[in-house]
């Protein structure tokens, strides 16, 4: 769905007081009652359209004058009970289709090679009861297709494993269970097999209990999670992915042949950003890189992938609250001083007196014992008369190529500060580590003493919460969001953004802008500088890659975020190449793209949430993920067919840096671990996969019906069936 798509339909515009549940053909879905005139807005509708809300807020209320509750309330304004109200704002927004809480795994083959293996999660294979008169049975199936697998129970030993050829039609997938005569009772189990594109699949499935003759069938997302197929089999029946039995333990696709993403760590709150220790030790359990977790608490983790307290209890409030709305503050930006291994941080606090708002603050945190628990700690800024609201406050920390601080605030959900020199509210802010003003700063003026205005480095932001250095320019980069714009730009010392309230104001100074919004909130920069390109291959080296972590807590994968995005710039920092996606979120659950780094072998990046299985946004169970350059495994031959006793040359194209093994599968059940084999063929049709392992692990490629060995005329009949080639999907 296009920006041009939106703009052809028009949504029935809405007027909303904040406080107020008005309806007009739309629902307002997650509107606190303190969120301020421009807040953003997550609106739900089953048309695809755009459309303004107008919005207006309390200012003042008199003394026993309860909530807003009623339309009627907020277009009367100060007649309701001597409330004194805002001006009204108005602000766009735009809808699209709901995606379902998945989408569905396509195919229409299974592959041979590998052999399909059906387990427990212990890695045990999964034994249906033996075959009295009616043989229990677990089938994959594709929709409108028939059946592509089949496990059948045989003597209580192994299975009856059934592969018919590629089928004609390639839909979702289905699995279903059928018993026997006796019934059965298994475990959580993993199916997993290659399908006929040459993609490795695994399925998860939940433990199930049938009495004799029963069935039970799930209809299968791309990630490999199980949904609940209310049909039950119904072979006329539509894919539905509304009720989640089980979900991979990576929900993320690759959309980038050469890359693999695996989950590092997990067990976290509300994972918000991601520091690595400038030279981490190699030890299982050095510490590798620091984590804040939003409600106070920063976590070290290490190379091994435990978590453990670095710091604990750094807010000085209950930060509990709504999401969207007051919850969404507390700690969020986090760097590590190179020479030292400090620590610093930013994050809102609470001043006596002020209960609905909080102020920004950056700290300092010293290690005695190698960076693994913090000994102490002492503020660096703190501006107790800059109160910020939930989301626009305090975050991204830095530290340039000068060796000085950056500091990143948002507004703090008011316009105006951002275009007043004398706030820190909507800046980027330039301090030496102790958090005093370096004498170059671009508004810098010691004839009229110190004041907020000689810290400031950029200004006219609205929420510039992700940052990050680039070394083929040598300058600072931010992502902003904006009400119905956001915008990635270059930050120029001394410059005005501009922002004043208007969509129109964020295309000031962009590189890009995203419109619809996607929400993104962290940016991170490969190159050489850091960890030597993370293991990254050189195409990729100074491209920007960006969290966009869309509407929050939404479940299942999002059109509109959910993902990391690649921007590619050239030495001068204009667009030359994206937005395309890297990774996207394809479970079921509530995880999205926030916190971002560039790590010693990849990119590493936070959900946020408890994907899957909790009520509320703040349960424990979050993780960090790793996104890594395995590079492309790939081969030829020098012939793919002709007469039976056929003698085939392979050849290795891959691309896989610092390749060291290689392990061919012939698909006539011959293998070999030579680079370039020679390996005669009988008659038939044959798979082919080739397995190589480098710097970034193994990597793969499969090619189904690669080889054709045509039989002598006497021997034609005895010729298995062609497994036609699907279609085609790029290696990963």
């Known amino acids: 769905m296009g920006h041009a798509g939106l703009a052809d339909l028009a949504c029935p515009d809405v007027l909303v007081a904040v406080g107020s549940r008005a309806e007009l053909g739309l629902r307002i879905v997650g509107v606190d009652h303190d969120q301020p005139p421009d807040a953003d807005l997550a609106i739900e509708a089953s048309q695809e359209c755009v459309g303004h809300v107008r919005l207006r807020q309390v200012v003042a209320r008199a003394p026993g004058v309860g909530r807003v509750e009623t339309e009627a309330d907020a277009i009367l304004g100060d007649a309701a009970g001597g409330t004194d ?84 039609v390639h839909g979702a997938v289905r699995v279903v269970f059928e018993a026997g005569e006796t019934g059965f009772s298994l475990p959580e189990s993993i199916l997993s097999f290659t399908d006929g594109s040459g993609q490795d699949r695994e399925i998860y499935l939940p433990g199930v209990l049938l009495g004799a003759g029963q069935t039970e069938a799930l209809w299968i997302g791309e990630a490999g999670g199980a949904f609940l197929d209310a049909s039950n089999g119904d072979p006329l029946a539509s894919p539905a992915f509304d009720d989640p039995r089980t979900e991979s333990p990576v929900p993320w696709v690759v959309r980038q042949p050469g890359f693999r993403v695996t989950r590092f760590a997990t067990g976290l709150q509300l994972p918000v950003n991601i520091a690595f220790l400038p030279s981490p030790g190699e030890n299982p359990d050095d510490p590798l890189f620091y984590v804040t977790e939003l409600y106070g608490r920063i976590k070290v983790v290490t190379r091994s992938g435990a978590v453990s307290d670095y710091a604990t209890d750094l807010l000085n409030f209950n930060p509990i609250g709504s999401f969207p709305g007051t919850g969404e503050k507390g700690l969020t930006g986090i760097v590590v001083e190179p020479v030292t291994g400090d620590v610093f941080v930013s994050q809102v606090f609470a001043v006596a007196g002020q209960t609905e708002v909080h102020f920004p603050e950056v700290l300092r945190l010293h290690s005695a014992d190698g960076g693994r628990t913090a000994a102490s700690q002492a503020p660096v800024l703190q501006f107790p008369d800059e109160p910020m609201g939930a989301s626009h406050q305090i975050s991204t920390v830095s530290i340039g190529p000068d060796g000085f601080l950056y500091v990143h605030l948002g507004d703090g959900l008011l316009t105006t500060p951002a275009q007043d020199i004398e706030s820190v509210r909507g800046k980027i802010l330039r301090v030496r580590l102790d958090g005093t003003a370096p004498a170059d700063n671009p508004f810098y003026d010691a004839l009229d003493g110190i004041t907020k205005k000689d810290l400031i480095f950029a200004w006219g932001f609205r929420n510039p919460f992700g940052g990050a250095w680039r070394d083929a ?64 291959p050189a195409e990729k080296l100074g491209h920007a890659f960006v969290t966009e972590s869309g509407p929050t807590y939404a479940p299942g994968p999002q059109e509109l975020g959910k993902r990391i995005t690649e ?29 971002l780094a560039a790590g010693p072998d990849g990119l590493y990046f936070t959900d ?65 671990d030579e680079r370039e084999p020679l390996h005669v063929y009988g008659p038939g049709t044959f798979d082919v996969r080739l397995t190589v392992s480098g710097a970034g692990g193994e990597t793969y490629r499969q090619k189904a019906s690669f080889i054709v060995a045509v039989p002598a005329e006497r021997d034609l009949d005895r010729l298995p069936p062609a497994r036609p080639t699907p279609r085609a999907q790029a290696p990963r």
Not at 619 to 639: N, Q
Not at 642 to 649: D, E, H, K, S, T
């Open 608 to 672: 946020l949430y408890k994907n899957l299985g909790s009520a509320t946004p703040i349960a424990p169970g979050a993780s960090v993920f790793r996104v890594s350059w395995t590079g492309v495994a790939d081969f030829g031959a020098d012939v793919v067919s002709g007469p039976a006793a056929l003698a085939v040359q392979f050849r290795d194209l891959s691309t896989v840096p610092e390749a060291s093994a290689w392990h061919w599968e012939f698909g006539d059940g011959a293998s070999s």
């Open 473 to 536: 320019d040598d300058s600072l980069w931010e992502v902003e969001n904006g009400p119905g714009t956001d915008r990635l730009a270059k930050v120029v010392a001394g410059r005005n953004y501009l922002w004043d309230g208007s969509d129109a104001s964020m295309r000031n100074f962009a590189a890009y802008n995203w419109f619809p919004p996607r929400a993104p909130v962290n940016i991170a920069f490969p190159q050489l500088s850091k960890f030597g390109g993370s293991g990254f």
């Open 85 to 168: 109200w805002s001006d009204w704002a108005v602000r766009p927004f735009a809808t699209s289709r709901a995606t379902g809480l998945s989408r569905p795994l396509v195919l229409s083959d299974v592959s041979v090679i590998p052999t399909p293996r059906w387990r427990d999660t212990a890695g045990q294979d999964i034994v249906l009861p033996a075959v009295q008169t009616g043989a229990s049975r677990m089938r994959l199936d594709v929709l409108g297709g028939g059946t592509a697998l089949a496990f059948s129970g045989k003597d209580g030993v192994a299975n009856a494993v059934t592969n018919p050829p590629a089928l004609g």
């Open 567 to 595: 921007l590619g710039l050239d030495s001068q920092g204009n667009l030359v190449g994206g937005p395309q996606p890297l990774v996207e979120y394809a479970g079921a659950g509530r995880g999205t793209a926030v916190g």
